[in-house]
């Protein structure tokens, strides 16, 4: 475990409309919508997520390792603007994340397969993923498009997001590609809710969640994604 790192705690659940709205419904009044929503209240996330050659962010998922991370690089809204390259790393039953910009320029260069734009020493996460694409061949596998809506407490520092439309790129990798045409990953009657928090949810946000009454679910975006394309080119995991 890197000490260095702010560890939070996420929940996942896989919810109904009706259970959105009535989830929504109480929260409104109890926290504030994320600074860096639209009119509507969302914003729109799509993530590029890498692999290496053998597939190990995905199989230790699927196996139920404890403590992984992974790679993706993340825009917002579909602008350039901001470029983020992530890891996201998983601990326990915590979760931390690291991340560096990147500019346009330096996206268009990794995506030509030039690695050597993160040659960088004095940035580890840089060096690393440097590293992890000239020796263990980590590459894009898969687009990952949602839309979120964002709900935020001071207290406990309790981040609560609804995420909705998962749609995958299936064998598309460029995230600024105009002609993208993510499909649907997951039945359009589900939504995402993650919960993160440091070490504690105030008892007036956990009496409008009623978390025990949810579907509690494991399986990450990017995996639900990669099984998506799996379903659909007979790729065996």
């Not at 504030?32 to 230790?60: C, T």
């Amino acid at each position: 475990m890197n000490t260095n790192l702010k560890y939070r705690h996420e929940l996942k659940f896989f919810i109904n409309h009706h259970q959105y709205f009535t989830i929504k419904q109480r929260l409104k009044n109890l926290m504030n919508q994320d600074k860096n929503v639209g009119p509507n209240g969302e914003y729109h996330i799509r993530s590029l997520y890498f692999d290496d050659i053998g597939n190990k962010a995905l199989h230790e998922k699927l196996g139920g390792i404890r403590d992984r991370s992974k790679y993706r690089i993340r825009i917002y809204n579909v602008q350039d603007n901001v470029i983020h390259f992530e890891k996201k790393i998983k601990y326990r039953d915590y979760i931390a994340k690291l991340k560096e910009s990147l500019t346009r320029g330096m996206y268009d260069r990794i995506m030509a397969g030039d690695y050597e734009v993160l040659n960088m020493p004095d940035k580890p996460l840089m060096m690393e993923l440097y590293n992890e694409m000239k020796h263990k061949l980590l590459r894009p596998k898969v687009i990952v498009d949602y839309v979120r809506e964002p709900y935020v407490c001071e207290n406990g520092n309790v981040r609560i997001t609804f995420d909705k439309e998962l749609r995958t790129g299936l064998h598309a990798t460029d995230i600024f590609d105009p002609k993208l045409d993510p499909v649907r990953a997951i039945d359009e009657n589900l939504i995402i809710l993650e919960v993160k928090f440091d070490e504690y949810i105030p008892a007036y946000i956990q009496t409008a969640l009623q978390l025990q009454g949810l579907n509690r679910q494991s399986a990450s975006k990017y995996v639900i994604c990669r099984k998506f394309l799996k379903y659909n080119t007979w790729e065996d995991f």
